[in-house]
């Protein structure tokens, strides 16, 4: 979605370097382990002390995002948010990011202005550096592969396979939320579709479309754990869905699961616009994926330490990997959990 | 470029984590640097004692690389090779890379087992480790996007801008090969569209379709000029063309270059296909890129630790930012370079 009425700038105005230079040239590193950023063939970086984490996700046009509902700013700041998200699941700080981007001529500079300025409004509210990427020409659609760095001292850093039985299970914040923003953003453009002068209004929506268009990764986890004292015993952030990211603590651990339905963390929100299309509220929260929460594993002794903290909801617990995973419902039956993840909900 | 006549498996037969498991499951890391590779939110690394480089190039299908000709095995070795290089023209060593990867459904699983063993050969033969990625669904062609770490001592990186008036012009290997080989394959292809009974005769341009289609990364100059007991004082990798390259060194360090003609390093290959092309080759050699060769300039009391070295050319001096930036020709006229670079070779 670019709507911005002013100058429309082709691409070929600026050529590559011209570009880099015009999106980027302003920018200057904040941390300091950024010793040199932009402008040379590799950045610099200095992680003396720590261990270095590194991870990356690919974005698609007409695979992760919609343009005809997706703001070109919320799009760069929640491309950042993904990838963010990966380093603080490993109780890790984010420090620095490359971005690569591939568009085609339909898009004009200042639709890519757009872009970068959520990119930078993420850099700067997560306190990390933009410091290398590239530009590239796009057949047909857009492009945004990102790359994150971080660091954390060895100690602290947590992986998925770290769960053992009689562990809490628990998650930050409440989920589904973007599911069910994605699904009323999809239906007001079918809306808008057949009828163009009908305006949609997302305001009572509001909650979970921004859940959908613009997450917040939870950066605030890893020094609160440091607050805390506390080192989860194994950790994932919740992109896919919480079955999908239960069934991979499980499998790295070779452990079971157990989770309770009514200990599950739902918003009103999402309970109330499950209800108005028809969907259980538990298969969305289990199903639906983007929320980037996350999913860690405690040991019981820490339990003091979370005790009535408002960001965590205890959800159930591990078990041996002979019991398998499993929902309990409020009803007390055991429902087998399944990875249908994403794509699994998307087709019903 | 995939001929396998083998069983072509559906990408959907497999799955996200299935796919990455079958094309990455069998790596294990080389480097003691690595401490976890792929298989959790974000991979592990140790760079104690040394600063971090990072830097990352993207590939995309129809602007990059056209399937026509390129074997996906090259392909991949490729898209390497032009991340590893620009971590060698910081003069560091190079040690893991990322790779994001979309592709749309017409490639069977296969296609990408061709891909990532050109990846893995890359990484086997340059000693880097392939420590996370993405893969994901396109709606139209192939995306190769891939980010490299590199380290190196803090004393022996070597930036863009360091270039200083008098000291010596350098570059490695020779030049325009790939632009040449690039010529050949695409008239090759136009024939065989004309007529796909006839096989083309690549034998008699070996050397220079193997520097389009499979070029090596100057992996064996950082050590090299640590041996030498050598830091350049400003160094580049030849992506674009010299000519570019050049004068992104002279911009950065706010001075001239002079190159000469006849210094100009071209194989007898590049020669003699440009006479049958009928091309200027020091056109070619100025403009043609994608040699991934290194250009780097250093102080002349460093003269004698290079001099009758084959691996290296001096093709010229840096100059006071006043004389501009020239070519002098073999019979005596100074030509003020331009950065045409690979685009503007493409349209004549």
Chains 1, 2 share one sequence.
């Not at 760069?76 to 420090?95: H, Q």
């Not at 699904?183 to 959908?212: C, G, T």
């Not at 039956?333 to 994403?342: F, N, P, V």
């Amino acid at each position: 979605m670019f709507d911005n009425k002013g100058p429309h700038t082709p691409l070929s105005d600026l050529g590559e370097f011209g570009l880099i230079q015009h999106l980027t040239g302003h920018l200057s590193p904040r941390r300091p382990s950024t010793i040199k950023g932009i402008g040379d063939d590799a950045a610099i970086l200095d992680f003396t002390g720590y261990h270095t984490l590194i991870s990356t996700d690919i974005l698609m046009e007409g695979v992760h995002f919609d343009l005809a509902y997706t703001p070109l700013k919320h799009l760069g700041y929640k491309a950042v948010m993904v990838n963010l998200s990966d380093i603080y699941a490993m109780n890790g700080e984010a420090t620095q990011i490359t971005t690569s981007i591939a568009v085609s001529n339909r898009f004009p500079v200042e639709a890519l202005e757009e872009l970068y300025m959520g990119i930078e409004q993420a850099a700067q509210n997560y306190n990390v550096d933009l410091v290398g990427g590239d530009t590239s020409t796009s057949r047909t659609g857009l492009v945004i592969s990102i790359t994150v760095l971080g660091k954390a001292k060895p100690e602290q850093i947590v992986q998925r396979s770290g769960a053992q039985p009689n562990d809490l299970i628990v998650v930050t914040g409440d989920l589904g939320g973007a599911y069910m923003g994605l699904r009323v953003l999809e239906r007001e453009n079918e809306v808008f579709k057949v009828n163009p002068n009908l305006q949609p209004d997302l305001e009572p929506y509001s909650y979970i479309v921004e859940r959908q268009l613009k997450p917040e990764a939870r950066g605030d986890i890893p020094p609160l754990f440091n607050q805390l004292k506390l080192v989860p015993t194994a950790m994932i952030d919740i992109s896919d869905g919480l079955s999908s990211e239960l069934l991979h603590l499980s499998e790295n651990a070779q452990v079971g699961m157990s989770v309770y339905e009514e200990k599950l963390p739902l918003d009103p929100a999402v309970i109330s616009v499950c209800e108005e299309f028809n969907l259980d509220s538990t298969t969305v929260l289990l199903n639906g994926g983007e929320d980037y929460e996350l999913l860690f594993t405690l040991s019981q002794k820490d339990y003091p330490k979370i005790k009535g903290n408002p960001h965590f909801s205890i959800i159930g617990h591990v078990t041996a990997k002979e019991e398998g995973n499993h929902l309990i419902t409020r009803t007390g039956e055991k429902i087998e959990l399944i990875a249908r993840g994403w794509n699994g909900l998307k087709k019903e």
